[in-house]
């Protein structure tokens, strides 16, 4: 199956119930390509979780969803180990983990302890439940929602937690032409419930294949890691990018060329996903600009290879 057109079929079939957004899909569809994490950050109702169930839906794998709340335990995550009188024998039932794409939704309203269950899951593709590894399915996906506004009954993501994700994206409201269309498709019908895979689950996975071989030269890697290194210096943030920072941007810059039909990397593709992956990971100094903004800035005067 060629890589462009079918990431092309995938932005069409969830564009179906997504208006106006397809900076969004796109960069969904890129993490998914690299077998990233994707953190979706945005008010209530601009359809965070829409996506996440589209883009699941698109993709002929398992889905689980997972609504986070504050009585969730760890082993609802990742599985535990459940006595059987009639063998008498633990059996290990699986937890929400154990699917393709899991949809953590609002993952900011759990305890630090269950949201640490994910850690270990997102980073090494399996959980270990009493002295047990068990490897999770391939491709693994987890697209997290949550809401930056509201504090109440939350609890904000570690830096370990928001490293782990290969990128963070926000919705956004839509524009007024976006925004009727909307009100004229999806006030009879729900168009998610009518989405059909576009892809099948092993036309998927070379899908990953194809995107992991896509070239990178050294040129192009010293401009990520110049990037990197630069926000270690700069003065308005206390903390820079981590190399997994640096390691999933060129990861993602592969799967973004590879959507746009090219063997190779060029700058532009940093430049184009450097803040969506950059950008949740650091920390910045009180009376700051906001990270984003440092991002494009750090970006903007890092000098661009002219070389291969």
């Avoid at 957004?21 to 979780?49: N, R, W």
Wanted: without cysteine.
């Amino acid at each position: 199956m060629d890589l462009a057109a079918a990431a092309r079929a995938l932005h069409d079939n969830v564009s179906r119930v997504i208006d106006g957004k397809p900076d969004a899909i796109d960069t969904a569809i890129v993490v998914l390509l690299a077998e990233g994490h994707l953190l979706i950050e945005d008010v209530p109702g601009v359809g965070k979780t829409a996506l996440a169930r589209a883009l699941a839906r698109s993709v002929d794998g398992s889905v689980n969803r997972v609504q986070f709340t504050p009585d969730l335990l760890p082993s609802d995550i990742t599985g535990v180990s459940v006595f059987d009188q009639a063998t008498a024998r633990f059996e290990f039932r699986p937890g929400a983990v154990f699917a393709h794409v899991v949809i953590g939704d609002e993952i900011n309203r759990a305890s630090p302890k269950t949201q640490s269950a994910l850690l270990e899951a997102m980073s090494e593709r399996q959980v270990s439940v009493d002295g047990t590894t068990y490897q999770l399915s391939r491709p693994f996906m987890v697209v997290a929602t949550q809401n930056p506004l509201e504090m109440e009954g939350t609890y904000a993501l570690p830096e370990a937690q928001r490293d782990r994700f290969m990128a963070r994206i926000s919705m956004g409201y839509p524009d007024a032409a976006a925004e009727l269309d909307m009100i004229h498709g999806h006030d009879r019908t729900e168009p998610i419930d009518a989405l059909e895979p576009v892809v099948s689950l092993e036309d998927f996975a070379a899908m990953i294949a194809e995107a992991r071989a896509v070239h990178v030269s050294d040129a192009v890697g010293r401009y990520v890691v110049d990037i990197a290194t630069a926000t270690r210096s700069d003065e308005r943030l206390l903390l820079g990018a981590s190399p997994r920072a640096t390691l999933q941007l060129v990861r993602a810059a592969k799967a973004y060329a590879a959507v746009r039909g090219r063997e190779f990397v060029v700058p532009d593709d940093i430049d184009a996903l450097a803040v969506s992956v950059l950008a949740h990971r650091l920390i910045v100094q009180r009376g700051e600009p906001e990270a984003e903004h440092i991002v494009r800035s750090i970006v903007d005067r890092t000098p661009v290879p002219t070389g291969s």
